[in-house]
């Protein structure tokens, strides 16, 4: 079994930087790829970014430039750096994994979201 837990949320002004966390735990075998996504009020949950075994990242247009998603595979946790923030950012922000434990195959496990709100 695996829990990830977000971190970093909160109220921002435009223009802030604050930085997300999401730790993983369990008895983890691989964590094949983390990810960031996002829902805001009313709308769909969309991919913010992605980052795969290797270091491959990919990124929403929106946030292109200026996020940038990480990963400290000794701790198991995935960080995203947000700089320049607009209002539309606002969003409950949502970490996701590809795990293999020792007991099951790929499995897709998600945190229970963080909210960031940006104040213009």
């Known amino acids: 079994q695996v829990q990830l837990v977000e971190s970093g949320g909160g109220l921002v002004q435009a223009g802030g930087s604050p930085r997300l966390s999401c730790a993983a735990s369990?008895?983890?075998?691989?964590?094949?790829?983390m990810a960031w996504y996002r829902q805001a009020p009313g709308k769909q949950r969309e991919l913010v970014a992605a980052i795969a075994s290797g270091g491959i990242t990919n990124y929403a247009d929106s946030v292109k430039g200026r996020f940038t998603i990480s990963r400290d595979n000794a701790k198991n946790t995935v960080y995203l750096q947000m700089n320049s923030l607009k209002p539309e950012d606002t969003a409950v922000y949502y970490c996701?994994?590809?795990?293999?434990?020792?007991?099951?195959?790929?499995?897709?496990?998600w945190g229970q979201g963080t909210q960031v709100t940006v104040s213009s």
């Open positions: 369990g008895k983890i075998s691989s964590i094949l790829s």
């Open positions: 996701n994994a590809h795990i293999i434990t020792t007991a099951f195959p790929q499995t897709v496990y």
